[in-house]
T-cell receptor, first 112, second 119 residues
Framework: NAGVMQNPRHLVRRRGQEARLRCSPMKGHSHVYWYRQLPEEGLKFMVYLQKENIIDESGMPKERFSAEFPKEGPSILRIQQVVRGDSAAYFC??????????FGAGTRLSVL | AQSVAQPEDQVNVAEGNPLTVKCTYSVSGNPYLFWYVQYPNRGLQFLLK??????LVKGSYGFEAEFNKSQTSFHLKKPSALVSDSALYFCAVRDPRGSSGAGSYQLTFGKGTKLSVIP
């Protein structure tokens, strides 16, 4: 059973471009979480999704950020018009229910 | 709102000695508590959790944690440290009812403690 897969592992964007981060949960997991980790800090919750539904997006900035988890395919975190402050590691986690969350290796976004 | 504090940014311990990484929490009701470990440029790996039951929880790689409700603490321990245990350790809490009334099961993390085991 493959773990949580995130791609790309590293993503470089110039200011104003769009970043798309992908997350494929573990097989059988229908709950997906996105977290952001800034340097020297812990992870901060962004959004929680189940298939085709956003359950809680209280941690996600109101502007430029969006997330989806379609019926088919991976979950996508999209950041439009990136700024330098968006540079961080973005982690996805999945769980079968409200249980242990298993994390992917993360996508490290660098904004030039 | 729930919160987690890890009072030590860094812990140094000699190989073979016991180690403790401290964590205190704040949450309404009975907490769900977790410890994760992060190696450089990797994701978080689950170590152990406390939901209910015995206050001493055993996890992966010989780690254990003790839940203390009166002190609102959940310290991570290991009887004999290995050099390979050197990593960043995160404590996390989850409100069992779900946060923000929406049935969300988000984790709230501490800032992490860097453990260095010296040969």
């Amino acid at each position: 059973n493959a773990g949580v897969m995130q791609n790309p592992r590293h993503l470089v964007r110039r200011r104003g471009q769009e970043a798309r981060l992908r997350c494929s949960p573990m097989k059988g997991h229908s709950h997906v979480y996105w977290y952001r980790q800034l340097p020297e800090e812990g992870l901060k919750f962004m959004v929680y999704l189940q298939k085709e539904n956003i359950i809680d997006e209280s941690g996600m900035p109101k502007e430029r950020f969006s997330a989806e988890f379609p019926k088919e395919g991976p979950s996508i975190l999209r950041i439009q018009q990136v700024v330098r402050g968006d540079s961080a590691a973005y982690f996805c986690a999945s769980s079968p229910r409200e249980d242990i969350q298993y994390f992917g290796a993360g996508t490290r976004l660098s904004v030039l | 709102a729930q919160s987690v504090a890890q009072p030590e940014d860094q812990v140094n311990v000699a190989e073979g000695n016991p180690l403790t990484v401290k964590c205190t929490y704040s949450v309404s009701g009975n907490p769900y508590l977790f410890w994760y470990v992060q190696y450089p440029n990797r994701g978080l790996q689950f170590l152990l959790k406390y939901i209910t039951g015995d206050n001493l929880v055993k996890g992966s790689y010989g780690f254990e944690a003790e839940f203390n409700k009166s002190q609102t603490s959940f310290h991570l321990k290991k009887p004999s440290a290995l050099v390979s245990d050197s990593a960043l350790y995160f404590c996390a809490v989850r409100d069992p009812r779900g946060s923000s009334g929406a049935g969300s099961y988000q984790l709230t993390f501490g800032k992490g403690t860097k453990l260095s085991v010296i040969p």
